[in-house]
């Protein structure tokens, strides 16, 4: 009844919200007649505070329209290169002639769409040729697609590298950095040709039992069927994936927002009195941030329970144990690909040490093709997103990739 909860209040609410909207925009117009009259300020701010304060199940728009390469700016382009029910392979096609280096961004499939990481790939745009992993929402695939667990996820990240081709690289961003190592793995002990080149691993969940956050502990105080029972639920029938389990976002978010309520709490307070004070730039920017992390996506039921299962609670890739189809994952096999870590001082999600552990499981990879960078002074969305990314932790991941690369 989880998701029939959710979704019954949810229709309760977004009526009241579209007439505060309406009524914050009449509210607008007799604010500029009586500009002294505090009390209309005062209602007219907190009724679009409470307007926008909404999850939505639609993926935003990612906006790049252009990008300054060099010393021009040119358009881009968005171009799906491959699809599955499950997933789009998505490239951002820049109108230049020059060849640059081609990379995977494997985008979390954590409860929010693959937008999350618009300035990660806004940055990147910049010298490399760009595509990215963007994950369906599971409340829109039909149940007969079948299921979509850790091993399709896996096997997704493979298909897609193929598809881009040869002398490509691979940068994943959060929890598919299991996934990715293992897809790399996969890959290098077949020696196929489209092995990416290198692979940047970004603030992910390697090995979980190197100072557990409250995220690991979580995971592992209660058991799978524990979480199967209270967390899974079935998608209603009025959605295009009626019946299909999954794992709703709406409860994602809510997790993640509890972590810092504080910090939530006083951004929507700062918001109102953005908006009482009529100071635009700031409110608009409020706005931005949070029409982003309001926009969540359902996971799939399986993919969500052995996550936490498979990396969470059996530490199954630092153990050794881990197995794609019935076919262990050996790290080391990988001798020929480039890897490099990124970890946030202050990432209350990842802690530093769980993604540097990839470097001792590819121990097959020559220590001069092994990089590491802490960035201090930033928590989790720091190491992919906003300044210290754009300006710090980026250069040395464009020169690790620059370095491998014939595409120059």
């Not at 309760?12 to 604010?31: E, N, Q, V, Y």
Request: with cysteine; glycine share 6%.
């Amino acid at each position: 009844m989880i998701y029939h909860l959710y979704q019954a209040r949810q229709d309760l609410l977004t009526p009241m919200r579209r007439l505060a909207r309406g009524w914050g925009g009449i509210l607008s117009t007799m604010d500029s007649a009586h500009p002294a009259f505090f009390p209309l300020h005062a209602t007219r701010a907190a009724l679009e505070v409470f307007a926008d304060y909404a999850v939505t199940h639609t993926r935003p728009a990612f906006g790049i329209d252009a990008v300054r390469v060099g010393n021009r700016v040119v358009a881009v382009t968005e171009e799906v290169v491959q699809a599955t029910p499950f997933a789009s392979l998505l490239h951002f096609r820049k109108a230049i002639e020059v060849r640059l280096p081609r990379v995977l961004v494997v985008a979390p499939m954590s409860g929010h769409f693959a937008t999350l990481l618009r300035n990660t790939v806004q940055v990147l745009l910049q010298d490399h040729d760009v595509y990215i992993t963007d994950w369906h929402n599971a409340r829109d695939i039909p149940v007969a697609e079948g299921r979509f667990g850790l091993d399709e996820f896996t096997a997704h990240i493979m298909e897609f590298l193929r598809a881009i081709g040869p002398g490509s690289h691979v940068l994943a961003v959060c929890q598919p950095v299991v996934s990715v190592l293992s897809a790399v793995a996969l890959m290098a002990e077949e020696r196929d040709c489209a092995t990416p080149r290198t692979m940047t691993l970004m603030a992910g969940p390697i090995d979980t039992r190197i100072k557990p956050t409250k995220v690991n502990e979580l995971a592992n105080s209660k058991s799978i069927d524990w979480f199967e029972r209270n967390l899974v639920a079935k998608v209603p029938w009025r959605h295009k994936g009626g019946g299909r389990r999954v794992y709703p976002g709406a409860l994602q978010l809510t997790a993640f927002m509890s972590m810092n309520l504080g910090r939530h709490a006083k951004a929507y307070q700062d918001q109102f009195l953005h908006l009482l004070d009529g100071d635009l730039a700031k409110a608009g920017q409020h706005r931005r941030f949070y029409d982003e992390y309001l926009a969540v996506m359902d996971l799939p039921a399986e993919f969500y329970l052995e996550t936490v299962g498979t990396v969470f609670q059996q530490h199954a890739l630092p153990l050794g144990t881990l197995e794609w189809r019935g076919r262990r994952v050996r790290p080391e096999a990988i001798r020929r690909t480039a890897v490099m870590t990124v970890e946030g001082e202050k990432d209350d999600i990842c802690a530093v040490g769980q993604t540097m552990a990839a470097l001792d499981l590819c121990r097959g990879v020559p220590v001069t093709m092994k990089r590491h960078h802490l960035q201090t002074g930033v928590g989790h969305y720091g190491v992919f997103s906003g300044r210290r990314w754009a300006q710090e932790i980026y250069p040395r991941v464009r020169e690790m990739i620059q370095s491998y690369s014939d595409a120059l």
